[in-house]
């Protein structure tokens, strides 16, 4: 793997966000907020976030 792409994955995975914040940016329901805010708290890691989190697909 490439220095700048592990590089870029170690600092995706550590980069903490707010739950809430993260959820308004990423167009994440109430009811799934409040399930984030229960498994991790007021804050977590993006990585974190980016594989428990569940949203509706951007097209209709």
């Not at 993260?22 to 976030?49: D, H, P, S, V, W």
């Amino acid at each position: 793997m490439h220095s700048k792409s592990v590089k870029a994955v170690a600092a995706s995975a550590t980069q903490t966000w707010s739950v809430k914040e993260f959820c308004m940016r990423n167009e994440i329901t109430e009811a799934e907020q409040t399930k984030l805010l229960r498994l991790f708290g007021e804050y977590a890691t993006e990585c974190e976030l980016r594989y428990n989190a569940k949203r509706q697909p951007r097209f209709h």
